[in-house]
């Protein structure tokens, strides 16, 4: 009589005997662990910031030898399919710019339904309630403050070529929508106006985007109410932003002699400042994109792979660049060679 049960032990006994043989299925110290891959979502690829992230993220994963995967996602739904081919890939977990800081729940549900650890970077996720998502773990930069250095050089600039303040204005180009652009603008216009420059000579031009072409548009648009002014000082909340309002600005005859100009980022502006005539682009705040490429990567690997949780809230500052430094520090940072 055939007995199935006696005959799934034999062959059970039979099989792991010759697993055993050959060692297959027994945990063998000795053997390599899997290899962890990381994803690196960003909102924008064709920035230079972006791109600049990623290449030292690069660096990091050659370093630590991690696998990396690159995506652009500049919508919610290519993030949302984005986690779901990483999941799929084998990948344990993911940096992100998100392309949308109220994506943020959707995100953190959609990383924990797949199992994967995550690190927003630059741009902070917002909850419901509209509040930063502080059990997030996140990395940028200290917007505020680095706004305020924006603030107080262009003060220091306008002081040194003797304009007055009656001719003068301040341009700021905003987009209020996303907190760390929000704190930057405000962070420079609140030193402006505690160095002394008067509150109802800053005028803000609200872009859609943070982008040459958006900002470009929304500065325009505020340089036909204020044909008065003769000479510019700008900010905005990164280097894109602020170029657009230097291209606007020419557009109306505004150069280098009536324009001071101040980026943040500072990797997005190196060819303007390489140009052979300075332009109203004066100057630029260069923030550390191998923090927040490298170090983040070092982080979420170190996560998964030794159980190290990272910090919540980890912040970086900048440093203020010129025609006259650039070179340099770009070279210190490890961003050019
Ligand atoms: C935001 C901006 C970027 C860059 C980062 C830095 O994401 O859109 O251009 O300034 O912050 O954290």
């Known amino acids: 009589m055939f007995r199935p049960l006696a005959f799934a032990f034999v062959a059970a006994s039979l099989l792991l005997a010759s697993c055993s043989k050959e060692g297959g299925s027994q945990p063998d110290a000795s053997a390599p662990a ?3 891959k990381l994803g690196f979502l960003v909102k924008q690829p064709e920035e230079p910031w972006f791109q600049l992230e990623w290449q030292f993220a690069d660096e990091a994963a050659k370093k630590l030898g991690f696998d990396l995967v690159k ?8 993030v949302l399919s984005a986690i ?10 993911f940096i992100i710019c998100t392309p949308d800081t109220t994506l943020g729940p959707a995100i953190v549900a959609r990383a924990k339904a797949k199992n994967l650890k995550l690190l927003a970077v630059d741009d902070r996720f917002l909850g ?3 509040k930063p998502m502080e059990d997030v773990h996140y990395l940028g930069i200290s917007a505020g403050k680095i706004g305020q250095s924006v603030g107080v050089a262009l003060f220091a600039e306008q002081l040194k070529r003797g304009w007055q303040t009656d001719e003068t204005g301040v341009l700021a180009v905003t987009f209020d929508e996303l907190a760390t652009a929000r704190e930057r603008t405000d ?4 030193a402006l106006t505690s160095a002394g420059f008067p509150a109802n ?6 872009t859609q985007k943070p982008e040459i072409p958006a900002a470009l548009d929304a500065t325009n648009a505020l340089l036909t109410q204020h044909g008065d002014v003769k000479q510019w000082l700008v900010c905005g909340p990164n280097d894109n932003c602020v170029l657009g309002a230097v291209r606007a600005l020419e557009g109306r005859g505004f150069g280098a002699d009536s324009v001071v100009a101040i980026g943040i980022n500072g990797t997005d502006c ?4 390489e140009k052979q005539n300075p332009t109203g682009f004066y100057s630029s705040v260069l923030l550390s994109a191998k923090q927040h490429g490298y170090q983040t990567c070092e982080m979420l690997y170190h996560w998964i792979k030794d159980g190290v949780e990272p910090p919540f809230d980890t912040r970086t500052t900048g440093v203020l660049i010129n025609r006259g430094n650039f070179k340099q520090v770009l070279k210190e940072q490890g961003i050019t060679h």
Request: hydrophobic fraction near 45%; charge should be negative; aromatic fraction near 2%.
């Open 34 to 36: 899997a290899k962890v």
């Open 71 to 78: 995506i652009g996602t500049p919508d919610g739904e290519k």
């Open 84 to 93: 779901d081919n990483l999941a799929a890939q084998g990948a344990q977990g």
């Open 270 to 273: 190196i060819i303007e400042l």
């Open 128 to 130: 419901a309630d509209g």
């Open 187 to 190: 962070g420079a216009i609140e």
């Open 201 to 206: 000579r800053i005028f803000k031009a609200a």
